[in-house]
T-cell receptor, first 110, second 112 residues
Framework: SQTIHQWPATLVQPVGSPLSLECTVEGTSNPNLYWYRQAAGRGLQLLFYSVGIGQISSEVPQNLSASRPQDRQFILSSKKLLLSDSGFYLC?????????FGSGTRLTVV | QKEVEQNSGPLSVPEGAIASLNCTYSDRGSQSFFWYRQYSGKSPELIMFIYSNGDKEDGRFTAQLNKASQYVSLLIRDSQPSDSATYLCAAYNAGNNRKLIWGLGTSLAVNP
């Protein structure tokens, strides 16, 4: 069966520090992968999606970046965090339509 | 702009009642529709999906789709306090780079 792993679960980082969140998928090949952010009380905002290794599409301009170095690995990064980067970060995968989400990372930038 | 709209709620129902959650979408090319449940502080989890007009039942949940009216609903029968959560509706169009278009969610409270 397919599983998706996302870590860490919580993270507190100072403004200006770097960020690296990792997501891995097991039990499937060539999935579409997504990074979402959900701010407190807000909807799901698509940040990046990837249809294959090295293929990244950015949905919103920001100081975040994403990479897909392996088929089942998706990484979200930032060189310098802003206060506005705080939120609940979710990785998801899909093959045909419906998404399966990871457990999420709650990031607080202080 | 492609949109999915939901009443933010909160929708409050007594335990044992039927909860009715509604969603409208703007993209007539949407092919399938998904309902997710999200507990506070947790990630969304898929409850049901539907792609044909009519009803689809799974246990206490029934999804209803009316493509002519661009309307999707989720009925929860015999509502339980554990059903209290935010319910997210999403529309899928394979021509949209396989991205889901999300509603903002409806908050449901089931009162014991």
């Amino acid at each position: 069966s397919q599983t998706i792993h996302q870590w860490p679960a919580t993270l507190v980082q100072p403004v200006g520090s770097p960020l690296s969140l990792e997501c891995t998928v097991e039990g499937t090949s060539n999935p579409n992968l997504y990074w979402y952010r959900q701010a407190a009380g807000r909807g799901l905002q698509l940040l990046f999606y990837s249809v294959g290794i090295g293929q990244i599409s950015s949905e919103v301009p920001q100081n975040l970046s994403a990479s897909r170095p392996q088929d089942r690995q998706f990484i979200l990064s930032s060189k310098k965090l802003l206060l506005s980067d705080s939120g609940f970060y979710l990785c998801a995968w899909s093959l045909q339509g419906g998404y399966t989400f990871g457990s999420g990372t709650r990031l607080t930038v202080v | 702009q492609k949109e999915v709209e939901q009443n933010s709620g909160p929708l409050s129902v007594p335990e044992g009642a039927i909860a009715s959650l509604n969603c409208t979408y703007s993209d007539r090319g949407s092919q399938s529709f998904f309902w997710y449940r999200q507990y506070s502080g947790k990630s969304p989890e898929l409850i049901m999906f539907i792609y044909s007009n009519g009803d689809k039942e799974d246990g206490r949940f029934t999804a209803q789709l009316n493509k002519a009216s661009q309307y999707v609903s989720l009925l929860i029968r015999d509502s339980q306090p554990s059903d209290s959560a935010t319910y997210l509706c999403a529309a899928y169009n394979a021509g949209n780079n396989r991205k889901l278009i999300w509603g903002l969610g409806t908050s449901l409270a089931v009162n014991p």
